[in-house]
DNA sequence: CCGAGGAATGTTTACGTAAACATCACCCGT
DNA sequence: ACGGGTGATGTTTACGTAAACATTCCTCGG
C-alpha cells in the first residue's frame, strides 16, 4: 500500500480510501492511485484487513462429508447466496458424524477466520454437543429441528410427506406404506410422521414403516420385502435413492409400476425423471433454503441476534408415471 | 492474548509458544497458561495470525455450482484432506460457466485469503481466461488438459475408457458403441477418443458416436436413437446418468439388457449398483484426485512451484450385470 | 476583504500475533 | 569456585490496514 501511495503521490489513506470505494476522493486522485494499483499489481491483504476490521467476509459451513445430495444442494446454493454478498464460504467438514468429532469441528471453529456459521447437520448430534457454540457468533441451523435454541430454515418436510400421501390416496388407494429413513435422521423422522398423521387423519390405520438407509440399495432390500405384501399397492419412499432401489425390487418381482403398485419418492432429484418409470416425487426447493440461511445468518452478523425460530421452506408434488389408480382387483 | 498473559503470570510472548506448541516451556508453565486460555475463553485470532505469519492455512477451490457428482466427490476429498493437514477450505463458486464470471473468481481470489488454489474446471475455459492466476500462488487443475502450463491432477480417463470397450470386446461384441459426453467437457473428448482408439487398435471400425450432455435425459433421447440400430449390441456410456437414460430407453424399445445389448457406464456413482439391472461401469477414485491436489498444492506453499505435469490416477472395472456376451443371432 | 465552514488529504495510532533478539538462572567441568 | 554454556522466559518490533484526528486549502456569505 505504501508503495502505490508512492507512485501516485499520495498517502496511504488515500489508498485506503480509494481501494475501500469512499467518498470524499476527487475524481482526479482516485484514478491515478488506480493505476498505480493496476501498475504495481497491488492487491488488498485480506488478513490485514480483517484484522483491523474486526471481520472477515466470511461465512463458515459445518457439514458432514459432502454425502447426501440435499446437503450438497444446499452448500451450492449457501455459497451462490453468500458470494453475491461479497462473501467467501469456508468448508468446516466432518469426517465422521461421531460426537468427537462434531466437538471438534465447533471447536477449531473458535478460532477460525469466520463471522458466522450455518449448521447443516442432524440434530441428535448438535443436541449432544458439548462445546457450544462461539458466543457473539450468529448462527443459522438446517436440517434439523433445534428451532428452541436456534434459528433454523429448513425444507417442510411434513408438508411434503402429506401431499404425496394424499396423493396416493387421492388416486383411489386404500392405505399407502412407507419406505423410511434412517432412524437418527430427523427430516427421515418427520417425513415418517407426517405419513402417519396423514393416514390416521383420514381415519385410515397405518402399516407398518420399512426402514432403509436412505440408499438405493436398502430400498432395493425393502422392494423385496413390499413386494411379498399382496394389498401393498402404493409406496411413499422417503427419498428418491430409495425410490430406485424400490423400483428395481418391484420390477423383478413382476410387480409393475404403475399398474399395479405407485410409488412416490421425495427430494425430486435430477435422475429421478428417467427412472423406470419416470418418478413421481416431492420437489424439494434447496435454492430457497440456502438462500434464507445466508440472509438469516446475515442479518445476525449485522445487528444483535435474532431469536429461535424456524423458517420452513415448501415443497411441491412433481407427478410423472410411477403413480396411478390402485388395479381393479 | 494480554489478559491471558496477565493471569498466567507470564509474557504474552509465552502465551504464544504455548499456543502453538512450541517446545522451550516448562510443564508446569505451560499447564498455568492453558488454564488461563480456559478460563478466560482466549481463541487466537487468526485474522492476526495469518498477518504476522504470512499466510492463512487455507485453500481455494474454484469450480462451478457443485454440479456434476465427480466435481463433488473431488471437493469432499479435498476438504477432508485439507482438513487433516490443518488447513480450511475456502470455495470460489462460479455460478455461469462464462468467461466473465470466471475471470470473476479469478481476480477476486487475488484479495482472499488463500494460500493456494485448486481449480476443478474445463480447460475450454480457463485457456480463455485472460486474467492470469495472481504468480506466487500454487495451482493445481483438476479435470482439465492444461498439463504444460499447470501441474495437473486428474483421473485415467483413457485408461478407464480403453477398459470398458475392451471388457466389451472380450465379451466377443463386434464392435462397440459410445454414448458419449458434451463436447465442450475435456473428459468427455478423452474417454471418446480412447474409445475411438482402442477400437481402431483392434482393428475395427468406430461407429458414429451418439453426443449427449450427461444427463439421464439425454442418455435416454440417445437410447431411443441407438435401439433402432440393430447391429448395436454392446454401447459405452461416458457416464453412469446417461447410462441410466440409456437403460430406460432400451427398455422400452424392448431391447434387453444384457441379453441383446450390453452397456457398460463410467464413474461408479453409488446408484449404479441398483440400476435396472444393476450397471457394470468404470469406478473413479476422487478421493485419490482430491488428496492428491491438496497434497500437491501444499507441496507448492512450501517449496518453489513445482513445474507443470499431469499425475493420473487409475481407474477399475466394476463387473455387474448390464454386459454379456452378444446374442447368438 | 475576512473568517467560518467544509471538502480533500495527510499523520498518528492500534488491531493481535510471532519472529528476533535480549535477559536471566542454573548446571557442569575443570 | 568460576566461566561458558544451555534452556526458559521477557522485550521490542513489524506485519498491512483503516479509524480517528489533524492539517491544508478553497469557497462563500457578510
Redesign the pocket.
Known sequence: ??DV?RLA?????????V??G?????E???RQVLDAMRELD????S???A????EFRTLGVITFSLSTLGNIRTLDAIATSAAREGYAVTLLPVAVPTQDEVNGAFSRLGELAVDAVIVIMETHLLDAATVSLPPGIPVVVADSDAGDRYTVVDTDQAGGARDAVRHLLDLGHTTVWHLAGPEDSFAAQRRANAWRATLTGAGLVPPPPVRGDWSAESGYRAGLLLAEQPDCTAVFAANDQMALGLLRALHERGRRVPDEVSVVGFDDIPESASFLPPLTTIHQDFAEVGRLCVAGVLAGVRRPTPGPGTTLVPTRLVPRNSTAPPPAH
Open positions: 500500500m505504501g501511495a503521490g499520495v498517502s496511504a489513506q488515500t489508498v485506503s480510501r481501494s475501500n469512499f467518498a470524499g476522493v476527487t482526479e486522485t482516485r497491488y492487491r488488498p491483504n488478513a490485514a484487513r484484522l483491523r476490521r474486526g
